[in-house]
C-alpha cells in the first residue's frame, strides 16, 4: 500500500494543549493543501482505481437496502438552533437515534407522504430517503455546518427546490412528533429536521476495495474494517492531546510511521478541517523547522 491516510475531527476546545508528535509532524510535512472532499482522497487510498461513488448509495447498500429507487439520500436526524432571522446548526446537532426512534419515524412518514413518489426506510438506526426518479442536485455533509447558518449549506441544483421543499415539509412534521415527545421525555435534544445529503443512485452492490478502514465514519463503516493497527484509512472522532488521541497515535500512527521509515509506505496523509498535509520518511530529516500549536496548521 503506498499510502495511509489519516482524518481526525477539528474541535479546538477552549483551552487546548499541546500534541507534539502531531505539530512536528504538521511543520515537517512534505506539503500542505486544500482538500475539498477529503472522503474522495481517503477512498483512493484503498480503491485507486475507482471513482467514488455516492455516500449514501454505499451506506444504504451495505444496510441492505434494495436498487429499486431511483435515488437515494442519506436522511440524518439534527437539531436546529431558531435565532432572530437566522436558523442555525446546533454544534452537537447531529443526532443518533435507536432503532425503535427509526423505525417509528419511517413507519409516519410513509403514512404521510404515501402518494409523493418519496419514501423513508430504516436499515436499523439509520434513515434513508428514496425517490422514484435520479435527481439532479448536489448537498453537503452536515458535519460541515455545525455551528454555522444553514443557508450555504442546502441543496443546490435543478431539483433542488423539490429537496429543500420536502426538508421543509418534515420540519413542520417533526413539529411535536410523538417521536420527540418521547426523546424530551429521555433528555434527549428533540430531532428539528432530516437532513438528506450524499445522495446517488442506488448500487447494486458495493465496490471493491483493497485495503481497509478503521474509526467511525459513515462511509467507511461500510467497507472492510482494517483493525486498529492494519487500517490504511483511519477515521479519528478523537482531539488532539486526550486521552484517545494518546491511544490512536500508539496503536495507529506509530506504526505507520515505523512503516514510512522502513520503506513500507509511500506517505502518510493527514487530515482535518478543510487542509490535508502530506508525510514522507523525509520529515525526520526537516529537525529545523520550529513547530507551533497543531490547531494553527489548520487556521
Excluded at 66 to 86: I, K, Q
Excluded at 103 to 132: E, I, M, T
Excluded at 247 to 269: I, K, M, N
Amino acid at each position: 500500500m503506498a499510502a495511509r491516510y489519516l482524518r481526525f475531527q477539528l474541535r479546538v476546545p477552549e483551552e487546548p494543549g499541546a500534541s507534539p508528535l502531531l505539530e512536528r509532524l504538521l511543520a515537517r510535512a512534505d506539503e500542505s493543501a486544500a482538500v475539498k472532499d477529503w472522503r474522495a482522497e481517503a477512498f483512493s487510498v484503498i480503491a485507486p482505481q475507482t471513482p467514488m461513488p455516492a455516500i449514501a448509495a454505499v451506506v444504504h447498500r451495505a444496510a441492505g437496502g434494495s436498487g429499486r429507487d431511483g435515488w437515494v439520500f442519506l436522511a440524518t436526524p439534527v437539531h436546529y438552533l431558531a435565532e432572530l432571522s437566522n436558523v442555525r446548526f446546533a454544534g452537537e446537532g447531529i443526532l443518533s437515534l435507536d432503532a425503535a426512534q427509526a423505525a417509528a419515524l419511517a413507519c409516519d412518514f410513509n403514512r404521510v407522504w404515501s402518494d409523493a413518489g418519496v419514501h423513508l426506510w430504516a436499515g436499523s438506526n439509520r434513515l434513508f430517503c428514496a425517490f422514484d426518479r435520479p435527481l439532479q442536485v448536489s448537498t453537503q455533509d452536515p458535519d460541515l455546518a455545525r455551528g454555522r447558518h444553514l443557508e450555504s449549506f442546502l441543496p443546490a441544483g435543478p431539483d433542488a427546490a423539490r429537496v429543500r421543499r420536502l426538508m421543509s415539509e418534515i420540519e413542520m412534521w417533526l413539529f411535536d412528533h410523538a417521536v420527540n415527545r418521547v426523546r424530551l421525555q429521555r433528555a434527549q435534544l428533540s430531532v428539528s429536521g432530516l437532513w438528506l445529503w450524499g445522495g446517488g443512485a442506488p448500487l447494486a452492490a458495493l465496490p471493491e476495495v483493497r485495503g481497509g478502514a478503521a474509526g467511525e465514519d459513515v462511509f467507511f463503516d461500510a467497507f472492510p474494517q482494517g483493525g486498529a493497527r492494519a487500517a490504511d484509512v483511519m477515521v479519528a472522532d478523537a482531539m488532539p492531546n486526550t486521552p484517545a488521541w494518546a491511544d490512536l497515535e500508539a496503536r495507529w500512527l506509530s506504526p505507520t510511521l515505523a512503516d514510512l521509515s522502513r520503506g513500507r509506505l509511500e506517505r502518510l496523509e493527514l487530515s482535518a478541517g478543510g487542509r490535508r498535509f502530506t508525510i514522507s520518511a523525509r520529515w525526520r530529516r526537516r529537525f529545523w523547522r520550529r513547530t507551533k500549536p497543531w490547531w494553527e496548521y489548520f487556521e
